[in-house]
């Protein structure tokens, strides 16, 4: 696939999730006072932006050489870097919280250690594995920020 198709696909990927989250939290009644078609259109919007680059990754993955590296490492990172949010997120809660932070580490683990297994080659995979574990930092920070902002602009 190019990768115009593949970051189409990534964004209509991530628009679909968006709406079936939202769908289901308003049909649960989960979050009473809040304006959920709003908080949803913000998230659209970040889908909007995220999504052509994740399709990009899942795409340059399947491309080899340095583009293969390029893409596992995003995805990589990016993974890992919301499991990092959650546990930092969360982890002043502990041991209310314990689920939640071990949600969040398993899905750090997970995200920093399929990263290589998207690339051929040792030195390939050893360079995705750290490269990923320093831009989870950057992601989970990224996180911190874009979530400050939704709350802020949508009160979500």
């Not at 979050?31 to 994740?54: M, S």
């Not at 050489?65 to 809660?93: K, T």
């Not at 920070?141 to 902002?149: Q, R, S, Y």
């Amino acid at each position: 696939r190019s990768l115009i198709t593949a970051a189409f696909l990534g964004t209509v990927s991530l628009a679909i999730a968006v709406a079936v989250y939202y769908f289901l939290i308003d049909v649960s009644g989960e979050r009473e006072g809040v304006d959920i078609v709003r908080v949803a259109w913000g998230w659209l919007a970040v889908a909007g932006i995220a999504g052509p680059v994740f399709g990009a990754a899942g795409a340059a993955c399947r491309a080899g050489g340095w583009r293969a590296v390029l893409g596992a490492v995003i995805v990589s990172s990016s993974i890992a870097g919301i499991g990092l949010f959650v546990v930092a997120d969360r982890i002043e809660y502990w041991p209310n919280s314990d689920t939640e932070v071990t949600f969040g580490a398993l899905q750090f683990a997970v995200g920093l250690f399929a990263g290589p297994l998207l690339v051929r080659g040792l030195a390939a995979r050893v360079s995705v594995l750290c490269w990923s574990a320093v831009l989870s930092v950057a992601a989970a920070a990224i996180t911190f920020v874009t979530l400050g902002l939704m709350r802020a602009l949508f009160n979500a």
